[in-house]
């Protein structure tokens, strides 16, 4: 209109005058259908909608058991009456005494006649076999976890079961049958089960997880691994898991500003004392010791939960265990809830940070090389019980170890040679004719990424999450180490096929921690600063946030509050030891014994805390009476064990 009034309009081009018409209707309907971002809106209300079914649906399996039994209790006063009595006496019969043996049957009786009045019995493999009369088939569902700690004694729930579901690992720790004789099984599998097919599956070298893989249906992998950091879980992937074919997909999310996930120490005075189980190295104790007693004032460690692993013998752990302690002290020792021990003593637990003990020297006799199943499972479960970092403290270099197959030198070759993937340089791209650069799938990520980069944001093209199995079109590291997702939909490389597809993926990493920003081509070439606008606010808002981001909350450990000298009879976890009568020997852990709890009482007087800790570990003894006893926290000669209260006692 305007050249129209200054004459200076062109009157050839009346011909296009009706396509002209055409372009600004349609770039108005355009513009009023992109004003509103209906798809975000929409991926929101089916998120919420997502988390209210999914509490709904507890909400009414919660309240629909507990009407259940309500009604069957209400109905049927018997059943009342019998699941009382079987509540007192399993008070009454705990134990393995004189007294306990009494009420052993009479908890068989009642619980044959209460089983009903509860949906769902939840107990340990020795309160199983106290508590039933066996009957095939008595329960419609059996779930066993942690089933590869179990031996052939847990194979008895395959038959009291309708279905059963068993969940376990057989890289983890298992039974290793320690002082059992080879053959001590032999004469009654032979006797009892002559002609039955593999019946030595029943020696006590099989788990029970081993003997459900021959005898079950099928086996379901689960391959996500949410615990670790991708370059902590890769040393099992790599050298346990993958080789057979099972290989992990590690997807926690994590700030590019972390601590690092692999430090390696080497003591270069390290010698070893010792052979076998009592082996130990001083220097490394005292290395572990004086690092625990720095990072615990270290501000990136607030609130982080340390455990050590001693990789070789039992006695090391105890030698490293006493050093902490006298640098740190008892309350800093419980709050950051340290537990020294073996790979056994981890099994099914997990902390922020480990420090691993390889304990070899170079003065090591006749070392061995640790290549056997049981060394593999030992070192899986060590380096797998870190969350965030794991500190190998070694005494020995790559050149020390002659046998590359020694798990000694994949793990510090690991720690020493593991190279992350690195941040690409940035710098932006011209748009040429043909295909677009490496490793852009369209040009169209291409002017996303350029636009990006632009505004002094570090980008990561086609970033790959969990070994390659997911891939990010764009990934933003921000300056606080944060990591935002960017996936661009154009109509020709994410048509319809391709959506649904890219929500269960985006599904996926969401519930990971993953933020998404999506941007459609559509929009993006009709408007492109309107387009990115809600993506700078996503960015401005998480760059301004601290360096831990919400996004990750689910992956941290909530920072704790200090131990406070008023706390009374707090219960502590349980810590496994050994219990003083077998030289230092230390246990294997039972899944299904009962858990031994230290306990920690704080007496206030003259405005000071002492602390009295109950443990067996004689190089940290401590005295104290009762009315008619009197107790000690390590062995003394004389003195009972106390199972209960994991101590020594004498009458007084």
Same mark, same amino acid.
């Given at each position: ?29 355009? %513009? ?24 709904? +649906? ?43 043996? *009494? ?18 019995? +939840? ?20 779930? *066993? ?19 059963? *579901? ?65 370059? *902590? ?19 926690? =999310? ?20 010792? %052979? ?68 056994? !003593? ?6 922020? +940070? ?5 304990? %070899? ?25 870190? /969350? ?37 340089? =940035? ?128 992956? =941290? ?14 219960? =502590? ?30 007496? !206030? ?34 003195? /009972? ?12």
């Amino acid at each position: 209109m305007k050249e129209i009034l200054e004459n200076t309009f062109d009157f050839s081009n009346f011909r296009q005058l009706e396509n002209a018409i055409h372009f600004k209707h349609a770039s108005a309907e355009i %513009t009023s259908l992109l004003s509103e971002d209906y798809e975000t809106k929409l991926t929101h209300k089916l998120s919420d909608l997502e988390r209210q079914e999914g509490k709904l +649906i507890s909400t009414i399996a919660s309240k629909k058991a507990w009407c259940y039994v309500i009604e069957s209790l209400d109905t049927n006063p018997n059943l009342k009456r019998h699941l009382n009595a079987f509540a007192e006496f399993a008070k009454k019969g705990k134990g393995k005494g004189k007294k306990a043996m *009494i009420f052993r049957k009479d908890i068989q009786e009642q619980m044959q006649k209460c089983k009903e009045s509860v949906p769902c019995w +939840i107990m340990p493999l020795y309160k199983v076999a106290e508590t039933i009369i066996p009957k095939q088939g008595m329960y419609d569902y059996v779930i *066993i976890d942690e089933s590869s700690q179990l031996g052939p004694d847990a194979i008895f729930l395959m038959y009291i079961a309708k279905k059963i *579901i068993i969940v376990g690992d057989d890289k983890q720790i298992s039974p290793e049958d320690v002082g059992v004789e080879a053959n001590k099984m032999t004469p009654y599998i032979e006797k009892y089960l002559k002609d039955f097919p593999l019946k030595n599956c029943f020696q006590p070298v099989f788990s029970f997880f081993a003997f459900a893989k021959i005898f079950c249906n099928g086996m379901t992998v689960l391959r996500e691994h949410f615990r670790c950091m991708p370059e *902590i879980i890769e040393f099992c992937n790599k050298h346990f898991y993958a080789p057979d074919g099972k290989g992990l997909y590690p997807l926690k =999310q994590y700030s590019e500003n972390r601590i690092k996930p692999l430090k390696a120490v080497y003591c270069q005075n390290g010698y070893v004392d010792g %052979t076998y189980q009592n082996i130990t190295n001083k220097i490394e104790a005292e290395g572990i010791a004086n690092k625990i007693a720095e990072l615990v004032n270290d501000s990136n460690y607030k609130g982080k939960t340390f455990g050590v692993i001693a990789l070789q013998g039992n006695k090391q752990a105890f030698i490293i265990e006493n050093f902490i302690l006298k640098k740190i002290g008892e309350i800093e020792f419980k709050k950051r809830n340290i537990v020294c021990g073996t790979s056994a !003593s981890f099994q099914g637990d997990e902390r922020d +940070i480990m420090f691993l003990s390889l304990v %070899t020297a170079t003065n090591h006799p006749n070392r061995r090389a640790l290549m056997q199943p049981e060394d593999e499972r030992r070192f899986n479960v060590a380096v797998s019980r870190a /969350k965030e970092q794991v500190w190998l403290f070694h005494s020995v270099q790559l050149d020390d170890l002659s046998n590359t197959n020694d798990l000694r030198y994949k793990l510090l070759d690991h720690f020493l040679n593991y190279k992350p993937q690195p941040i690409p340089p =940035q710098k932006t791209f011209e748009r040429t004719m043909g295909t677009q650069p490496e490793p852009f799938e369209s040009w169209f990520e291409v002017d996303v990424y350029n636009d990006i980069v632009t505004n002094n944001y570090s980008v990561i093209p086609q970033y790959e999450v969990a070994k390659g199995r997911y891939r990010i079109d764009l990934v933003v590291i921000l300056g606080n180490g944060i990591k935002i997702a960017i996936e661009c939909d154009g109509d020709k490389d994410h048509g319809p096929e391709q959506f649904l597809n890219d929500q269960l993926r985006e599904k996926v990493l969401t519930r990971c921690g993953w933020q998404f920003f999506r941007v459609r081509g559509a929009e993006y070439y009709s408007n492109r600063k309107k387009a990115l606008e809600p993506l700078w606010k996503l960015l401005h808002a998480n760059d301004t946030q601290k360096e831990e981001p919400p996004v990750t909350n689910n992956h =941290q450990q909530n920072e704790q509050e200090e131990i406070k000298n008023e706390v009374d009879g707090s219960i =502590q976890p349980a810590v496994k030891r050994s219990s003083g009568r077998n030289n230092l020997k230390v246990e294997q852990p039972d899944l299904f014994t009962r858990d031994r709890q230290s306990e920690i009482n704080f007496k !206030s007087k003259n405005n000071t805390a002492t602390t009295e800790v109950h443990s067996s570990n004689k190089h940290l003894s401590k005295q104290w009476e009762s009315k008619t006893l009197l107790w000690s926290s390590g062995y003394l000669p004389g003195y /009972k064990y106390s199972k209960k209260k994991d101590a020594w006692w004498k009458k007084k």
